[in-house]
């Protein structure tokens, strides 16, 4: 199964942005959904967690105003984002995890850019 993460773009401050991440194949192959983010110079941090059941678990900064969801009838995942900040600027990846072998697959990240 592959993973392409798709929707960023430029948006101004207090803006929204859906990022969706399609996948080849059944995304209930996956444990775990994760976006993660990777701003300039920075390290690559996690977004949030989804599991197979569509419960998450979101970075603190991004509470209230991310939502992750999944439509398994697609094999789509989804990142609603609302009220961006420029501090969410980055490249985001999507990535899917399979327990308990831990074998991971990455989707290509996507660019959003948020202005201030």
């Known amino acids: 199964v592959q993973l392409q993460a798709f929707g960023g773009g430029l948006v101004q401050s207090g803006g929204s942005l859906r990022l969706s991440c399609a996948a080849s194949g059944s995304i209930r192959t996956f444990d775990l959904l994760r976006w993660y983010r990777q701003a300039p110079g920075k390290q690559r941090e996690l977004v949030v967690i989804?599991?197979?059941?569509?419960?998450?678990d979101y970075k603190d900064s991004v509470k209230g105003r991310f939502t992750a969801s999944r439509d398994n009838a697609k094999n789509t995942v989804y990142l609603q984002m609302n009220n961006l900040k420029s501090d969410d600027t980055g490249v985001y990846y999507c990535?899917?995890?399979?327990?308990?072998?831990?074998?991971?697959?990455w989707g290509q990240g996507t660019l959003v850019t948020v202005s201030s």
């Open positions: 990535n899917g995890l399979t327990l308990p072998s831990y074998d991971e697959i």
């Open positions: 989804m599991n197979i059941n569509g419960g998450t």
